[in-house]
């Protein structure tokens, strides 16, 4: 509308002027509603192309949009694992700091567990006690039977000594009998031996190898005890968390809540311009912006970054070829903004919907290119155009509560 009364401010009024005052054709009178375009043809085709030019130039030199909004992080809160709600230690919409318990799950199985792994502990540790006194029985059982086979292999060589002196006091039976008796104190000595290392290799592996797995039983208990207390994980606000104990929960099906995390650094907004403006928004452009959340105020913002790639055009691999006409939304250009006056986005909540305006400056590049006369002057008029924008955005600072609280 601005563009249309500046077009005919200096296109049509200078030609009805002239049709007036030179040529005595007054309207309504000799310039009728019949014969109007001819008479002011030169000026309405005029203005006609002057508005779409000036359109054009603040549109693209000075680009809109209606797409700003500040985004914010939200934590899904999760347990480690599903089970039943034994204590809630906070209330919805409460103010939470990184490490406050938030609830904590039934652990009576787990406790059980851990119960379980101890009394196997105290058991191996009494096994071990015990295994030491197996080893001295069976040492001790080892030394009777070495005892004992000396004995038969003294028996065996002196009645064998004997009967090389004289055959018919020692009988063949007999010494069969006190060689049967050797191999017999042999195996008993070969068993007890064994029974020596069985009860050794059962103190100093099987048995420590039993209390490393109660140990491990008992380190895994205890581990899913402590993980059974949900903790937050960032600063910030619970929301949606409607927790009683009793209640089951699931990590996949029925997560807990909803923790809003705080921002980290500076407050910032992000807005979706039209991709013909990918050449104009740059570092360091200065947009005007005004939110429905804080009626009647421009709050002016600065370009810090812009995404060098369009969302639109991302893709996840897939077993599907690509066909471009199934991406029907063109996509805009990302750019990040910060406040220049901090304190003049107090009120906003995050997630606002905001309308802004850019405006170009090309001072810096007329100084770097050391241009002058007409380019000069043509870029000047081009950032003086963005005047209109200025105006466009403090009107609509206006008319947005009047539309939404007459007009909804």
Not at 69 to 78: A, D, E, H, K, Q
Request: proline share 4%; hydrophobic share 45%.
């Amino acid at each position: 509308m601005l563009e249309l009364m500046l077009s005919c401010l200096v296109t049509l009024v200078p030609d009805i002027l002239y049709r007036r005052y030179a040529q005595g054709k007054r309207l309504g009178h000799e310039i009728t509603f019949f014969n109007v375009w001819y008479e002011l043809r030169w000026g309405i085709t005029s203005c006609g192309i002057l508005a779409v030019s000036l359109i054009t130039l603040i549109f693209y030199f000075h680009p809109t949009s209606d797409k700003i909004t500040s985004f914010f992080r939200t934590v899904t809160i999760l347990s480690e694992d599903g089970g039943r709600v034994a204590e809630v230690y906070v209330a919805n919409n409460s103010r939470v700091s990184e490490g406050d318990p938030l609830f904590r799950l039934d652990t009576s199985r787990q406790e059980a567990a851990a119960e379980t792994a101890r009394r196997q502990m105290v058991e191996v540790d009494a096994a071990l006690l015990l295994g030491a006194a197996e080893i001295s029985g069976a040492q001790a059982q080892l030394d009777a039977s070495e005892a004992q086979l000396v004995q038969a292999k003294d028996d065996l060589q002196r009645r064998q000594s004997i009967a090389a002196r004289n055959s018919t006091v020692v009988t063949e039976q007999e010494l069969e009998q006190l060689a049967n008796a050797v191999a017999v104190a042999e195996g008993q000595r070969n068993a007890a031996i064994a029974a020596v290392q069985a009860a050794t290799l059962r103190v100093s592996d099987t048995l420590p190898a039993q209390r490393d797995s109660a140990e491990a039983a008992l380190a895994q208990a205890e581990t899913e005890i402590a993980l059974s207390t949900v903790y937050a994980g960032v600063s910030g606000t619970v929301t949606q968390f409607q927790l009683k104990p009793g209640d089951i929960i699931n990590p996949i099906l029925r997560p807990a809540g909803v923790l809003v995390a705080d921002m980290a650094g500076p407050r910032r907004f992000m807005a979706g311009f039209g991709q013909i403006s990918a050449g104009i928004v740059k570092e360091g452009m200065l947009i005007e912006m005004t939110c429905p959340a804080k009626p009647l105020t421009v709050i002016p913002m600065r370009v810090v970054q812009v995404q060098d790639t369009i969302a639109a055009g991302q893709f996840r691999p897939g077993d599907n070829l690509i066909d471009i006409q199934d991406r029907l939304r063109p996509g805009t250009l990302l750019a990040i903004m910060e406040p220049i006056f901090p304190e003049k986005i107090e009120g906003v909540p995050p997630g606002s919907r905001c309308v802004g305006v850019g405006f170009t400056d090309h001072s810096k590049f007329i100084e770097e290119n050391g241009l002058t006369g007409l380019h000069a002057f043509m870029y000047k008029a081009i950032d003086g155009l963005g005047v209109t924008n200025a105006v466009v955005i403090r009107a609509m600072a206006i008319v947005i509560p009047v539309k939404a609280l007459v007009f909804n």
